[in-house]
């Protein structure tokens, strides 16, 4: 083999390792990694299914906001909620980010509910109140790391979670004052 011909083959298997890379982890790259309290609603929103709905039903907010707007049967409806398709572990399974709209939703702050895809169906891994949330690019135990944050007039509250190999617990929350 020529020098040529050997730059050639160190370029083509590069081009094609890239390549094969990119394909694998397509959806990472067009999913939505970034919600919050400020956008009107989830980019490519998706219907919630119903296991994830019937979880969601069981939420104390949900439940306290189906009392007060006495909705019959207790069933809230889908405008409460919109969600979105993530993919936080490696798997091909979809996991999913809800989050709430009004009357649930506050004027500062959202709720978001992270549900894990399982071969059962989904999980509740994560609840909490945030204007942003955003899913990083680390990963425990298999997940990515999520972090939350609210603000208030003289301060930015942010908490890290990172997966037990169950559900999102705190790693990490951190108060700072806004400059």
Do not use: C
């Amino acid at each position: 083999m020529n020098v040529r011909q050997l730059i050639f083959s160190g370029w083509l298997i590069a081009t094609t390792t890239a390549w094969a890379g990119a394909q694998g982890n397509h959806h990472a790259s067009t999913e939505q990694t970034h919600f919050s309290a400020e956008d009107e609603s989830v980019k490519d929103p998706v219907p919630i299914p119903g296991d994830a709905l019937a979880l969601l039903k069981k939420e104390k907010l949900v439940r306290d906001a189906l009392e007060g707007q006495n909705v019959p049967e207790y069933n809230p409806p889908a405008s409460w909620f919109s969600a979105s398709k993530v993919h936080l572990s490696s798997g091909e399974l979809s996991d999913l980010v809800v989050r709430a709209e009004q009357p649930l939703a506050g004027a500062n702050t959202d709720y978001f509910w992270i549900f894990r895809k399982t071969g059962a169906g989904y999980e509740l891994a994560l609840g909490a109140p945030a204007h942003d949330l955003k899913i990083g690019t680390h990963r425990s135990n298999g997940y990515r790391d999520i972090e939350i944050s609210a603000n208030t007039a003289s301060t930015v509250h942010s908490v890290l979670f990172r997966f037990n190999g169950r559900r999102y617990v705190v790693h990490r929350e951190k108060t700072e004052a806004i400059k």
